[in-house]
């Protein structure tokens, strides 16, 4: 990928990328445990939060209240300067998974039910050298994408688990390559949200807000798509 294009492409992708790992799995079971990687990964890589207030386990069924993944990071060029800087901000009152499993490097779970999820993703100031949560709310952001996501649901879930590269120093265009890269662990029967809320907000001259419906998805294989969904 050419790093002319890193930069307009990053804060999509960092978007995403933080959304799609935050729904994952958590405590004495294979789905706590995928989400004990996870969230061990985003401590070690300068994440303030990544916790979760309780984990209730019944039969083949494990359910984590009031999850949370929060922290600021950056994503720096070959020469290991600054591009850009996130904030980032999730937060998943309840999140239902059943029937989780494990095979050697493979966590899987039959499926995960969100009922509601909220994030804030922010781009701010190269130079504003922010560290924590608390300065970075404090300042205007260049761009913010937040929002809330209702009835979230993925089936037949998969995922071999691979070294993640530790993001403390910054995202290097390398590191940023692998985290795209983890998708092609990733398989899933189908995935569906009833309803997303978006916002778009570029410094204030630019607002768009967006609501989506019905959303569904096809399989995926390998982090390759394989059924499309009419």
Request: proline fraction near 3%; charge should be negative; charged fraction near 30%.
């Given at each position: 990928m050419p790093f002319q294009n890193f930069k307009r492409q990053g804060f999509f992708a960092v978007s995403i990328t933080v959304l799609g790992l935050s729904a994952q799995p958590a405590l004495s079971s294979p789905a706590s445990d995928l989400l004990d990687k996870y969230n061990a990964w985003y401590l070690e890589s300068g994440f303030e939060?990544?916790?979760?207030?309780?984990?209730?386990?019944?039969?083949?069924?494990?359910?984590?209240?009031?999850?949370?993944?929060?922290?600021?990071?950056?994503?720096?060029?070959?020469?290991?300067?600054?591009?850009?800087?996130?904030?980032?901000?999730?937060?998943?009152?309840?999140m239902v998974f059943t029937g989780s499993a494990v095979d050697g490097d493979v966590f899987s779970y039959d499926s995960l039910?969100?009922?509601?999820?909220?994030?804030?993703?922010?781009?701010?100031?190269?130079?504003s050298a922010v560290k924590d949560i608390a300065s970075a709310k404090d300042l205007k952001p260049v761009a913010?994408?937040?929002?809330?996501?209702?009835?979230?649901?993925?089936?037949?879930?998969?995922?071999?688990?691979?070294?993640?590269?530790?993001?403390?120093?910054g995202i290097s265009q390398e590191a940023f390559l692998q985290l795209l890269g983890m998708s092609l662990n990733t398989s899933y029967g189908s995935s569906a949200i009833s309803e997303m809320s978006l916002t778009f907000n570029i410094a204030d001259e630019f607002v768009s807000d967006t609501v989506l419906t019905g959303f569904k998805t096809g399989s995926i294989k390998d982090g390759v798509t394989e059924n499309h969904l009419a």
């Open positions: 939060k990544a916790s979760y207030a309780e984990a209730i386990e019944s039969g083949d069924t494990t359910e984590i209240r009031d999850y949370n993944v929060a922290g600021v990071f950056s994503i720096k060029n070959d020469e290991g300067e600054p591009t850009a800087t996130f904030y980032a901000d999730v937060t998943i009152p309840k039910t969100v009922g509601k999820a909220t994030f804030d993703i922010r781009v701010l100031e190269e130079d913010q994408f937040s929002g809330s996501m209702t009835d979230y649901t993925v089936s037949d879930f998969s995922e071999k688990w691979v070294d993640h590269p530790v993001l403390k120093e």
